[in-house]
């Protein structure tokens, strides 16, 4: 998912990492999308949604990926 930094709402260390954000795109996460959703509730759903509708992958074997563009 790749969104203007002012359109996520994240937690913690996410949120430090995209106020940050310059000119360049920026990978806030890249992983579980189990592991994402606590920190990025508000931006989530579809790929949680999509992890659950998965039923052979689930939220552990998904990848989630939340990048920062400002373009």
Known sequence: ???????????GDLAELNSKVQ????????????KLCPRAPNNVNTMAAASIAASNLGLDNVVGKLVADRR
């Open 1 to 11: 998912m790749k969104k203007h930094p002012d359109a996520f709402k994240l937690n």
């Open 23 to 34: 000119n360049e795109p920026v990978t806030l996460y890249e992983g579980p999308v189990r």
